[in-house]
């Protein structure tokens, strides 16, 4: 089974910075790697699919890149709504597995 | 647009079995799509549980140990997942989604307690 590590676990952000989280896979996964964002008592939404590739609906401000085993989402100039858990998701044939998930609170 | 909502039991029995379902509405369950059961403890991460094409095919996390069995109902548009020899490590919020690989639509999800 592919392990994804996200980090950090938390990061702290001030609204309109930039943040940038990191997923790392214990195997390449090509491109097949997405990203979710989750706030509190909602379902997980699509941000980033295909590693970069921006989902319908997602902002401009989210971006993504990586291949193979190391990936990043980053986040420019932090909206209030953006302040929430963010999931890596690989999906190779057969099979998916989720990162453990990196929260961005305000700082 | 498609939209995903689950139904079943909000409360299960330790050792029996939890059965939901997933109703699909604004897209064929026919498609090419897979549709897939994740979850989520209380206060925890996401956990992908497995999924299935409408032809039968199926793929499951190693992790469930062969508890779990994914099933599909053309007929009535949904998909249905079933586990066996629950415990209170199966407590959990149930999602199901709509999967052209990544998990592109959810539902809601439902919360399921495992407890006597």
């Known amino acids: 089974e592919i392990v994804l590590t996200q980090s950090p676990a938390t990061l702290s952000v001030s609204p309109g910075e930039s943040a940038t989280l990191s997923c790392r896979a214990s195997?390449?996964?090509?491109?097949?790697l997405a990203w979710y964002v989750q706030r509190p008592g909602q379902a997980p939404r699509l941000l980033i699919y295909?590693?970069?590739g921006r989902a319908i609906g997602s902002p401009a401000r989210f971006s993504g890149s990586g291949s193979g085993t190391d990936f990043t989402l980053t986040i420019s100039g932090l909206q209030s709504e953006d302040f929430a858990v963010y999931y890596c998701?690989?999906?190779?044939?057969?099979?998916?597995?989720f990162g453990q998930g990196t929260k961005v609170d305000i700082k | 647009q498609v939209q995903l909502q689950e139904s079943g039991p909000g409360l299960v029995r330790p050792s029996g079995t939890l059965s939901l379902t997933c109703g699909v509405s604004?897209?064929?369950?026919?498609?090419?799509?897979?549709w897939s059961w994740v979850r989520q403890p209380p206060g925890k991460g996401l956990e992908w549980i497995g999924e299935?094409?409408?032809?039968?095919?199926?793929n499951y996390s190693p992790s469930l140990k062969g508890r779990a069995t994914i099933s599909v109902d053309k007929s009535k548009n949904q998909f249905s997942l079933e586990l066996r020899y629950v415990t209170a490590a199966d407590t959990a919020v149930y999602y199901c989604?709509?999967?052209?690989?990544?998990?592109?639509?959810w539902g809601r999800g439902t919360l399921v307690t495992v407890s006597s």
């Open positions: 195997q390449s996964v090509g491109n097949n």
């Open positions: 998701h690989q999906y190779t044939n057969g099979g998916g597995t």
């Open positions: 989604a709509r999967s052209p690989g990544f998990l592109a639509d």
């Open positions: 299935i094409y409408h032809i039968g095919n199926t």
């Open positions: 295909g590693a970069s």
């Open positions: 604004g897209e064929s369950i026919s498609s090419s799509n897979w």
